[in-house]
């Protein structure tokens, strides 16, 4: 044992890299919304980018330890205590017996990662441990013991920062683009509504116009954009449903997905339209930017963290 959850947190949960082969199952693909940000965590902890680590939406949980645990807090700036005493977000610590760890709340963006050193521990199924449900009060967390000493990298997010609003975000034509007659999907900024989950982002803006009909169900996968019956467009997150019946007028790509994970309500933003071949030169830059600094990481003299038996 090495957690008692003392408070949850608004939606805390134990998360991995998802369940990626399940979707045949009707399986949303889960794990962590912002896959960047697990992955730096980890690797400061010296982790495999996937290993299980809490995602904290918001406001996090209350944690009374029962032994040395090493972690960091990656992605959204959570304000972090320790026995009252802050910390911070972005940089390795250790946390001793008998001392409570408070994640507060987050000033920008929505959700961070306590990972911790061997990662937590849980039952797999279906080829991930991550939760279905968010950790409660009086839950019992187990990982190993570990110490650490103060690390981090010289940024806290796994996202580009932006300093102006509203941001952009880019996307491929989708598989019903020829359903919608004119530009102002792309013209307007949209707002995010308080109504948006780890299922889907549910967003504010002028009606879009479609072309009358029905849409028989078919495949959906995180990223899509798709325009419900009033007009509005919902972007599936990692929770998403396996099939829908809503058009789809676009589908984010590969390397803005991990934005989706940190649009909170009321942020605006607008949709930028880019080819295949852009999407794929985004996705592997993106793709080779995670690898340069997990690697550089793993490649530090020394170890970032010492775990017991």
Not at 77 to 83: A, D, S
Not at 209 to 225: D, H, I, K, M, N
Request: one cysteine or more; a neutral charge.
């Amino acid at each position: 044992m090495s957690f008692i959850v003392r408070e949850p947190g608004m939606m805390t949960l134990l998360v991995d890299g998802g369940r990626l082969r399940t979707r045949s199952l009707g399986m949303p693909v889960g794990g962590a919304a912002d896959r960047g940000a697990i992955s730096f965590g980890n690797a400061l902890v010296g982790n495999p980018r996937s290993t299980l680590a809490l995602e904290i939406t918001l406001s996090g949980p209350t944690l009374e330890a029962t032994q040395p645990v090493a972690g960091v807090v990656f992605g959204a700036p959570f304000r972090i205590l320790i026995n009252g005493a802050p910390a911070t977000f972005g940089t390795t610590f250790t946390i001793e017996a008998g001392q409570v760890l408070r994640i507060g709340g987050t000033p920008t963006n929505v959700r961070g990662y306590y990972c911790v050193a061997g990662g937590f521990q849980a039952s797999e199924i279906l080829g991930s441990c991550s939760g279905f449900e968010p950790i409660r009060t009086g839950n019992l967390i187990h990982c190993r013991s570990s110490r650490t000493e103060p690390r981090s990298l010289p940024f806290h997010t796994s996202i580009e920062e932006v300093s102006t609003l509203p941001i952009s975000l880019r996307v491929v034509a989708g598989p019903q683009w020829d359903w919608f007659a004119d530009e102002s999907f792309f013209s307007q900024v949209y707002e995010v509504t308080p109504a948006s989950n780890r299922m889907g982002v549910r967003l504010k803006g002028a009606p879009i116009p479609r072309r009358s009909g029905e849409l028989t169900s078919e495949a959906v996968a995180p990223g899509a954009v798709q325009i419900t019956n009033d007009g509005q467009p919902i972007v599936l997150g990692v929770d998403g449903q396996t099939i829908g019946g809503y058009p789809k007028i676009a589908h984010v790509i590969r390397a803005d997905l991990d934005r989706i994970a940190q649009l909170r309500p009321g942020d605006r933003f607008r949709f930028v339209c880019v080819s295949l071949e852009e999407a794929e030169i985004a996705a592997r830059e993106r793709r080779e930017y995670l690898k340069e600094w997990i690697v550089r990481l793993g490649s530090a003299d020394r170890q970032p963290a010492f775990l017991s038996k």
